[in-house]
């Protein structure tokens, strides 16, 4: 954080002084106005619900311009690690600060897959849950319960801890999603295959069975590859401030992942691509294309709750720069297994179209998110529709960790602490039973 010689001066209407407060400047992007002694200089707080113009902290870790459609890993823009680099150099880059070398991916990746099992007794962990537990509630509790199955890692005042625990975590998060899947199936597990890359070992313990030989499909580990890519951070959204908030306390890495999972999981963040499909199924069982206008005429009007899933985001008003990504990656695999005719996606790229065109989308910015093509790129390769969000977590676990690890070494951290306009009742007296009502 740079000081700038510009400093803001807050005034107030009532006559009480007016205070100076000072502005920071990042690397890019807006500055910050510093208010942490405004309280205790003017006894007020300010009013900011959903974040809608607070930074919650400073990193260096991704940069989003919003206006521009822009998103950048350490400053390398998403559209060039999409096509250079895969997604275990990702991690790296975006746990270590820069891109590995041949030598440093090589020793990075050999750490990562001698983490890929996990301890025996999950299993009996995973039975305690009902077999068809949606995978998310499943996630939340097998990711929180690596704190007791790896208590050796759990000190996040000890740097080489923390680094074993980011290691475990991204190293097991595949096992782990596969195994819920497996169990809801009825199927036996598959044990993590290491001479596989980090997506063709994913997809073998999800496919695969005992009984036949497994062949990944290039085309599917690639855009498999690009969907955690694509998913592996997002600076400070919710899941991601749930993790630092959850951290500052100075609880363990996992206890605080699992918090991200838990709040991924809402429709309006990672949900949102299992939300689009239920919600093309429904356009689908009403009658398809011909019923779109109905719900587009639905999702305008002001008195139903309905939303176009897959649209609109809290940062990207121009475009999502990973939706134009996932699209690609969306035909090239609607392609390489022939689908481009299959009912749903026929709907779902209609739908696309008519949204892209109609004003009340255009005014209010609202174009597809990536998630919008993740899910139709998912259900194509045949990945169950509630796993989708479990995906999402798999590849934003690394983001969440570097996040969590990042706070820790900040000399500004302290722990999270809001504070709030109080709008209940002021301070009175209990009554006597007799007299109350
Ligand atoms: N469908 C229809 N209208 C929408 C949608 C949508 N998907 N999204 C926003 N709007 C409308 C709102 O009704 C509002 O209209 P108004 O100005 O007439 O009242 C306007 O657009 C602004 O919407 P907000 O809710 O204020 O926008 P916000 O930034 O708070 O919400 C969010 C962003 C939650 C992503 C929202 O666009 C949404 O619910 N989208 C659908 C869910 C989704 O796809 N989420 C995934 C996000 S990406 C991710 O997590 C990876």
Known sequence: MTPSSDKATLSFSDGAPSV????????????????????????????????????SCNSAITYIDGDKGELLYRGYPIEQIAVHCDYLET??????????DAAQKAAFTARITQHTMVHEQMQF?????????????????????????????????????????????????????????????????????????????????????????YVPNPVIERALDRIFILHADHEQNASTSTVRLCASSGT?????????????????????????????????????????????????????????MGFGHRVYKNYDPRAKLMRETCHEVLDALGLHDDPLFKLAMTLEKIALEDDYFIQRKLYPNVDFYSGIVQKAIGIPVSLFTANFALARTVGWIAQLNEMLTDPEYKIGRPRQLFTGAARRDVKPMAQRG
């Not at 991690?91 to 590995?100: A, F, Q, S, T, V």
């Not at 849950?129 to 509630?137: K, N, S, Y």
């Not at 011909?290 to 008195?303: C, L, M, P, R, T």
């Open 20 to 55: 100076e407060l000072p502005i920071y400047k990042g690397s890019v992007g807006p500055d910050v106005i510093d208010i942490r002694k405004l309280y205790a200089q003017t006894g007020k707080f300010t009013y900011d619900p959903g974040f809608l113009s607070t930074a």
């Open 91 to 100: 991690c790296y880059l975006i746990l270590y600060g820069e891109l590995p």
């Open 125 to 213: 962990f995973l039975r305690g849950f009902r077999r068809d537990a949606h995978p998310m509630a499943v996630l939340t509790g097998l990711v929180g319960a690596m704190s007791a199955f790896y208590p050796d890692s759990i000190n996040v005042n000890d740097p080489h801890q923390r680094d074993i625990s980011a290691i475990r975590l991204i190293a097991k998060m595949p096992t782990l999603v596969a195994m819920a899947y497996k169990y809801n199936a009825g199927q036996p597990y598959m044990y993590p295959q290491n001479k596989l890359s980090y997506a063709a070992n994913y997809m073998r313990m999800m496919f695969a069975t005992p009984c036949d030989d």
């Open 252 to 308: 363990n890495p996992f206890a605080a992942i699992a918090a991200g999972v838990a709040c991924l999981w809402g429709p309006a963040h990672g949900g949102a691509n299992e939300a689009c499909l239920n919600m093309l199924d429904e356009i689908q069982a009403q009658g398809g294309v011909a019923s779109i206008g109905k719900f587009i005429e639905q999702v305008k009007d002001k008195n139903s709750s309905v939303r176009l």
